[in-house]
């Protein structure tokens, strides 16, 4: 029973010997008729008179050196960069497309449209509101050296001119101070309404000079009663 086995084992240890030999080896064993014909019409070679092939181990040498031999580096990247910069170049300002109409199908380009009807409109229902402003109470006592455009509103001439300015109205508001006081009396009570609000852009105004019989009259009694003080 044992010879039965391996009497077929060593038939095949011997044809796979058979099989298992060097390329030189290979290239000159007798090929098949259909493959001599074949192969070396189209590898170029010859046949010689036992079948082998005499051109194929040249053929499998080229193959090899083929396979061998390093490509130029970055070859598909240049073209890719080449092709990239020339769509890049080709891209105008004339090529932009304006329209900004929704396209496609709703649902897959864009999503679908959820439309709120069939309800009756309700208005929102606010309470009634009654809002009345009413005017701060607080004043202040005449400010007769006042320079209210600049004070209040930041009207100003220049940083090197503002002293300047402010020296300028003192000097002249002195000599009109009876006329201011008697426009004016010192125990009143002025309030702020009439300005422009902290904030809000105030024109450029020349503020009128106010006409007063009283502030004529304390005028003239306070340069008459000079004149007699001063010899």
Known sequence: MAVCWLLPAAVLAADWMEFVRSA??????PQPVSWEADG?????GEADADGACVGCAALVAAEEDADDEPKAPCTDEQADCQKHLRQLLEDQLSGIDLDIRVGGRP??????E???EG???EPR??????????????CHKPLYFEDWALERYGHSHGGLVDPFVSAAHFFVTLPVLPYKM????PWECVY????YRPGSCAPWTVPAVPISLRGFAVEAATITGIVFLVP
């Open 24 to 29: 030189d080896d290979a290239l000159r064993m």
């Open 40 to 44: 070396v019409e189209q590898a170029g």
């Open 107 to 112: 649902g897959n380009d864009y999503p679908c």
């Open 114 to 116: 959820c439309r709120l």
């Open 119 to 121: 309800d009756t409109y």
């Open 125 to 138: 229902r606010f309470a009634t509101t009654t809002f009345t402003w009413k005017a701060a109470g607080y």
């Open 182 to 185: 008697g426009v004016e009396l």
């Open 192 to 195: 702020p309404l009439g300005y």
